[in-house]
């Protein structure tokens, strides 16, 4: 069992910057692919980047791509994802999950793929 907890959620205006990290209780094999995802009130949880630990391939939605960033600690028990200008778009519930590497190589959107999921931390972006 891995758990997963997030923070560094918050407020911001359309513009800046927040950084999330979650920390990962263990590495493990199941943990091998780590990935943030997002949900909005009345939309689909959509996924928004992923790391895959061994290869270091990183993955983005196309909404995020050269605006956020994944990164992993060397550990590879911390995975953090720094969100620069930020639009009122982005807000949304965000959640990290974990899943073995396939998850990442075979389709790191669907979430049905990840295994462990933390409870999740609020960005709420201002216009």
């Known amino acids: 069992q891995v758990r997963m907890v997030e923070s560094g959620g918050g407020s911001v205006q359309a513009g800046g910057s927040l950084r999330l990290s979650c920390a990962a209780s263990a590495y493990t094999d199941s943990s091998n692919c780590m990935g943030w995802f997002r949900q909005a009130p009345v939309k689909e949880r959509e996924g928004v980047a992923a790391?895959?630990?061994?290869?270091?391939?990183?993955f983005y939605a196309d909404s995020v791509k050269g605006r956020f960033t994944i990164s992993q600690n060397n550990a590879k028990n911390m995975v953090y994802l720094q969100m620069n200008s930020l639009k009122p778009e982005d807000t949304a519930m965000y959640y990290c999950a974990a899943a073995p590497r396939a998850a990442c190589l075979l389709g790191w959107t669907r979430g049905a793929r990840y295994i462990y999921w933390g409870q999740g931390t609020q960005v709420t972006v201002s216009s």
């Open positions: 790391l895959e630990g061994v290869g270091g391939n990183t």
